[in-house]
């Protein structure tokens, strides 16, 4: 079966959201001035910024509509004292569990994969992406998500990752592509470790097909699909989890 959430969608993980990793995360830190965090909120035109202490080392948010109450009130406060503390959420976890329906708060700071704050979240975020990204590209996610799990498992070492797919600079299965995994599961001996009594030819010559699928998508950006090709997806990722539940 595939992976299903409550409401009978695909699973939407927080990695799907573009906010999730952002090319530029403006935030300040603790000791900053309420000037410098309105300056950021005028320019930005953002509701919330993450609060640091270091790269990986979040001591909260700040909202505008804190910063909007505070010069209402007419005190002179500092930034440490609109401080909230807010939720970090990982890569790998379910916007739906993330952000339940009775939720109490509306946005998350992101952790990615090397243990930095690499985005924010937002609630308005998870709506508009449970209506955008859809189909072909989530489908295609948890194909790679379970796959570089099989990897781990089979390449438990950066070594033998390296080993297994040429890369000298790879570290975990996470940065490895479709192609990579494509590779190392040719190897006679990563398919081995498997214990899969399937023909390798005939899973590795479906990998195959699964990433030329998704060689036709840009990161972050759907396009429609052919029915014969979101079967394809479909079956490929429903093999998978029997393999490898």
């Known amino acids: 079966m595939l992976p299903m ?33 309105k300056t950021l909120f005028a320019r930005h035109k953002y509701r919330q910024i993450p609060v640091l202490t270091g790269p990986s080392t979040p001591a909260g948010a700040i909202t505008q509509e804190a910063v909007l109450s505070l010069d209402m009130t007419g005190r002179l406060l500092t930034l440490a004292s609109v401080i909230r503390s807010v939720k970090v959420a990982t890569m790998d976890e379910e916007v739906r569990k993330v ?49 570089r799990r099989v990897l781990t498992l ?14 000298p600079r790879v570290q975990t299965a996470h940065e490895l592509s479709l192609g990579d995994i494509e590779k ?23 990998l195959n097909l699964v990433r030329n699928i998704r060689n036709q998508f840009a990161h972050y950006r759907l ?9 394809q997806l479909v079956g490929f990722l429903e093999w998978v989890e029997e393999l490898a539940p």
């Open 5 to 37: 959430s409550s409401d009978g969608g695909i699973v939407l993980r927080i990695e799907h959201l573009p906010t999730s990793r952002l090319q530029r995360l403006v935030s300040v830190a603790p000791s900053d001035t309420l000037k410098r965090a």
């Open 223 to 231: 396009h429609g699909l052919p029915k014969a090709e979101t079967n």
């Open 99 to 147: 952000f339940p329906h009775n939720s109490s708060h509306r946005f998350v700071l992101v952790r990615d994969r090397d243990d930095l704050i690499s985005g924010i979240v937002t609630l308005s975020d998870a709506h508009r992406a449970r209506q955008e990204l859809s189909g072909p590209y989530l489908l295609i996610g948890e194909i790679e998500l379970r796959l």
């Open 154 to 167: 089979v390449c438990p070492s950066a070594e033998e990752l390296q080993t297994a797919t040429g890369k």
């Open 184 to 206: 190392a599961l040719r190897r006679d001996d990563c398919w081995a470790k498997l214990g899969w009594y399937i023909d390798q030819e005939v899973f590795t010559g479906e």
